[in-house]
């Protein structure tokens, strides 16, 4: 394999959702190797037939990765919509359905692991707007004391539930971003 | 559910032991008669999504560690990926059946 074929597999490499590049992007370009030294199958052949594979596979497997990732989103948008719905009361009983439906539909999918990149600054931004969210609701609470009325009441509510939302999910991916350890990408 | 042709084929590979990538993809050329050529990312992308479902897992131990690199990583069917090989052999054996009973394998198209 000469340095212009590596190259041109590396860029080929990047149509692959990242998690299947950390995870077997070596062993991808190893079989490529192999198929070259013990088949003798020219390097450029090998190309245009990865080209084609990946064309026809690598729209698949990213679409299917994302969908994954949803799952979990999904999953941690219910216990979270569960959590606040049981901490607001009796009052929040759509979001405790909402969020027993959401849990049982991200059960009912094999979650795997959100991905380590690709998300960029969003969780952090998450985190920010849901701690902000909940600050807002403390104060408010904190200024009316029991005298809620009906508008704050609601605003309450919603900044309570919005805030615990968006602070799990930007929270755990977050966590997840830093946490994932990989080995690197070829 | 019948099970993805590339799914079953790699089932098929690795019902004869332990196999690398490599290893697998030759078994399936050979096993279709030269008709299925799987890239890498069909073949590592159905490695994946199979080890991810417990079809498949990867093995501790290489079959022969002096004569192979140490890099490569070899793979094994688990028992639910031997049950779910099982299971979709039925299924192709029941519809081959059913095929040679309506005659449809004797009297295809271009055959009097």
Known sequence: MNRWAKH????MMRAYPVGLRREFGADMFQLLVDRHRRDGVSVWRLLVSELGDAVVVAPRLRWEESLMSRFVMIGVAGAAALLAGIA??????????AGVLLVVVAAMRRSQPLPARGLGRRPVTLLLAGLACLTVAVVLGLTAQHDLGEVAWALF?????????LTLIGG??????????APPAT | MPVPASVMYILVALAAGEKHGYAIMRDVAEVSGGVVQMG?????GSIKRMLDQGLIEEADERPDPALDDQR?????????????GAAEHDRIAALAESARVRRLAVFGPGVS
């Open chain 1, 172 to 181: 755990v991916a977050t966590l997840t971003q830093r946490g994932a350890v």
């Open chain 2, 72 to 84: 490569r990583r070899y793979y094994r069917l688990t028992d639910r990926g031997r049950r779910v």
């Open chain 1, 8 to 11: 041109v597999h590396r860029l």
């Open chain 1, 88 to 97: 607001v009361g009796p009052a929040a009983t759509v979001p405790v359905v």
């Open chain 1, 157 to 165: 509510t919603a900044l309570s539930i919005v805030g615990t939302l």
């Open chain 2, 40 to 44: 890498s990312g069909t073949l590592y």
